[in-house]
């Protein structure tokens, strides 16, 4: 519709505001017509967002618990705040509708700038969400590589670039594989710890990487050993420390998380003798048994070159990697090819010990065979418990769909309201200028429109993505 006014009479006897075009009959002629149009915009608009609700549906009913899991990435109180200043923005918009009708220009021009206000208040929380989100991996597809669980227990990645964390993963993206994941059965636990422990010496490593000969070669500068152990809400149902732990940082424990230490196939081994270059260790991940055995007697065969080697039988595992905590936000670079001074985590763990049948009516201290669950008893877990051990682990298979549909809606969400933002910023020129009259208030009423649509689609996101889970 052209902003340029012509004369307030014409051929078809307009009379009233200059922006009435000469091919309606009238301003209410524009105005119907121009009301069925963005209607029909509208129509569209709904089912353009329509094939996103499916997905969401679809995803929701066949893997539930990725949304049981991954809500708690969100951040619950930025969303109500933009619920809320969407809600406000709607109507001071139908307020500056009316405005405009009654030929309140100030009361227009206020309505419309607390609306962009409001708008832009929206893109940036949003901008936060999203920052976070980038700064913690917490990301779409294959990008999904998330550096702490969802109540924000710190996590192995294939990345290792996190902020306040350093695992022992070596990642190589070529291949879809790794390095420094120790298998769950070779670490030697403690039977008085739920779920996984071990007895490692854990070193950080300052140094840089260099090529010779075609290869790349480490050198250290420093090092310096984390003796503190991370203990936090996965170490027991109350969340609570052991009686006489200290929390402090830096600290390390093991920590699973299935798409970075892939579960299979696993031996264990020791070494004796002064040739073993370690005393203990795991091999693995296998695809199946009879790969695991065979690399079994290879390995058996190599270490029976250097001493005494004892192997476990193969078996079917899990295994984790070695997480150092800091306790701040720093990131730590990894050592490669152009840095001039990365970090590793270097960890030697005890094997597990030779499997006895303890007698637990003795004061001698009963030892946790590979695999087997803690022997100490607990209290039944309520509801809650139960839920946070869930939250403090890995994620569930095809948690990266959830964040696939949640950066989807949210971002076409996010684009639409950048529209209005130029829409709104528009609408403030003219009505500045005296445009808008009680004749021609469509522009106003039709932006007004669309931006209820625009907050009635976030009201069904929040609680979709927010709260429901």
Known sequence: MSEQPHAAHDDHGHHGSPFIAHHYDDAQHQFDSGKFGIWLFLAQEVLFFSALFVAYILYRHHHGEIWIYAHKYL???MGAINTAVLIFSSLTAAWAVRAAQLRQQKLLVGCLAVTLVCACCFLVIKYFEYTHKVHEHILFGKRFDPCVSSNGTPLPTKNNECPGSKSTIKWDFSSNTGKGCFPDLALDQDAHTPLVQAKCKVHEVHGSVKVVDKKEVFTKKSEKEITNLCYDGEYGPDGGLPEGAKRAFPCWKPKHQPEVCKPGWFFAWACEGEKCEKRSGGE????????CDDAKR???????AQGKASLS????GEASAIVV?????EERPSAEVGVADGVEIEVDCDGPPSVTNPDYFTDIEPQLAPGQRTTATHEALDHHE?????YSGPPPEHTNMFFTIYFAMTGLHGIHVLFGVFIFIWLLIRASKGHFTPDYF???DFAALYWHIVDLIWIFLFPLMYLIH
């Open 75 to 77: 951040d619950t109180k």
């Open 284 to 291: 693995g991940p296998y695809a199946s048994l009879n790969a």
């Open 298 to 304: 290879a390995k058996g065969g190599a270490l029976g």
């Open 313 to 316: 039988d193969c078996a079917h």
């Open 325 to 329: 905590e800091y306790g701040d936000h």
């Open 386 to 390: 139960q839920m946070e051990i869930v």
């Open 442 to 444: 469509g522009p106003v």
